[in-house]
């Protein structure tokens, strides 16, 4: 595209806007992808609209996950972050679907997985909050040694936040995609 008498490269990329998707230009391809991957996982939301519902009500231990999930955020934000990871998990493999036909086949084919995927990322979460309340538990008894127990609280702090979920790596849930 031209602008201003120079070449510009632009980025189409689907882009999350909550209750929909538009289609947005961008400057650099990075940008694109992550906005791309966004847009991508809201359109499959919302093809398999009855299957978030039902993943909503019925997520195992929603309301221990909630409690556990306190000190980073709330139970909506906690179940809002499974429920990205289960669609990232499921329907966002690459290489990504670039046509209807495409995403109408990834979607039947992560439609019978979804329960299956959110139920083990919410066990898992489930694992590490409450291993983050043993740790939390045994803090005061390295009052003692000072720098051993601000180096914990730093790698704590690092590892797990209101965000630890949408951040933790594809390579360490990969076996979620196994499922």
């Known amino acids: 595209m031209k602008r201003a008498g120079q070449n510009v490269t632009l980025y189409n990329a689907l882009v999350d806007e909550g209750d929909a998707v538009v289609l947005r230009a961008f400057d650099t391809r990075d940008a694109a992808q992550t906005a791309h991957r966004g847009g991508l996982r809201r359109l499959f939301m919302l093809l398999l609209k009855e299957q978030v519902k039902y993943m909503e009500k019925n997520l195992p231990d929603a309301q221990k996950l909630g409690m556990l999930f306190m000190p980073f955020g709330t139970q909506q934000e906690l179940q809002q972050q499974i429920l990205a990871m289960t669609f990232e998990r499921?329907?966002?493999?690459?290489?990504?679907?670039?046509?209807?036909?495409?995403?109408t086949a990834r979607g039947k084919e992560a439609k019978n997985r979804l329960l299956?995927?959110?139920?083990?990322?919410?066990?898992?979460?489930?694992?590490?909050?409450?291993?983050?309340?043993?740790?939390?538990?045994?803090?005061?008894?390295?009052?003692?040694?000072?720098?051993?127990?601000?180096?914990?609280?730093?790698?704590?702090?690092?590892?797990?936040?209101g965000k630890f979920i949408r951040d933790t790596s594809t390579n360490v849930c990969s076996m979620c995609r196994a499922t």
């Open 116 to 161: 299956l995927i959110a139920q083990e990322l919410a066990r898992l979460v489930f694992s590490v909050l409450t291993e983050y309340q043993v740790v939390q538990k045994s803090l005061p008894q390295l009052k003692a040694h000072n720098q051993a127990n601000q180096d914990v609280r730093a790698q704590m702090e690092w590892l797990l936040h």
């Open 90 to 103: 499921c329907c966002l493999n690459d290489p990504l679907p670039a046509n209807e036909a495409e995403f």
